[in-house]
């Protein structure tokens, strides 16, 4: 009886969530349309991970550069986005916000820049240009972009992430993200390498989950901070060491040098930052974008040793204090065109791996 109940709550659950979903939906919604007038498009930020939501301050910051100022954010995360004045307004992340505004003729913006492959555990299509930029060119930017992302923390902030004259912020693995990979994750034993080795020199700062493995000789905030105070804590801080994610991204938003081990998933040119010591594995398959499977042992993540890494930490933090390098990309029309065929044809991809996959 109770798997006859499953079967037939799943059959009814398309038909009966929508109207629950707008009878909740309309109400917020027709207030802060009348408050506000309807814009002319809404930025949807739900579905991808944290560092994404960061990342569209970039978006943000150009639609403003260019008179745009009649769109609408909604996240899961808008603590990000305080004191942010590039974005108009933030709305609830209430289920079908989006479909409702599209009804009304507002344009809806996914600015996802790959979808995943289950048939190669990896993400698609491998981006041409900087992810900001692909992102960017969801919404219709064209011309000259900067990139990088943006935070902003007020005073009392910043003094509360300043631990020490000498604090060097660092993680021990990036597992416990909402899409975890392997294929970006350094092994624990090299990140207690270089606590060991400079520890004397730097007082750590370790970041991240309270599930990833603590580092001894490092001041432990796993779990102990929110965004905000994370991201204080990188601005505080002479350098950080890590690996591409949320954390690399929050610290170039407070202008935090970085140690960064790449491998060889993506590369620097796809989601870094020129600021940043990228170690990056130029091995003949990189790079892959794969998430999990490697048919290689993750040699690209292997052939970097702790000494590269302490070497560039050293290095980051004698550059502290002078202005840091920032990329800049030109978007063109026919870019914008090409992705979109793009996207189109690896979604129509994956959807078909999807139900081979379950049938």
Known sequence: ?????????????????????????????????MRYGRPEMLVNAIGAGIGDDLLLTAMFRELRRRGQD????????????????????????????????????????YPWYTSYNPAYDRDDPIPRQHIISVMCQKAGITGTITLRPYLFLDDGELA????????????????????????????????????????????????????????DGALDLRGKTTLRGTAAVLGGSLAFVGQVGLLMHLARAVDCRSVIVYGGRETPAQSGYPC????????????????????HDRVCLEMIDTGAVIDALVAQVTRYGAPLACDTDTITQAQIDDNAARWAAAVKAHDLAWTLLYQ
């Open 276 to 295: 940043n010591e990228n170690l990056f594995s130029d091995v003949p398959c990189a790079p892959c974008w794969r998430l999990n499977t490697c048919p």
């Open 1 to 33: 009886m109770t798997g006859v109940m499953s079967v037939l709550q799943e059959k009814v659950r398309p038909i009966v969530q929508p109207p629950v979903d707008y009878a909740r939906l309309t109400p917020s919604a027709t207030a802060v349309l």
């Open 70 to 109: 009649r769109f609408w954010v909604t996240t899961r995360y808008p603590e990000l986005y305080r004191g942010n004045a590039d974005i108009p307004l933030i709305v609830p992340p209430l289920p079908r916000y989006d479909a409702l505004l599209k009804r009304l003729g507002v344009r809806v913006v």
């Open 160 to 215: 509360q992430g300043r631990l020490s004259d000498r604090q060097v912020a660092i993680q021990s693995s990036g597992l416990d993200a909402k899409h975890a990979m392997r294929n970006k994750n350094w092994s624990f034993e090299r990140y207690q390498g270089v606590v060991s080795a400079l520890r004397d020199r730097y007082d750590f700062v370790q970041l991240g989950s309270t599930s990833d493995p603590p580092l």
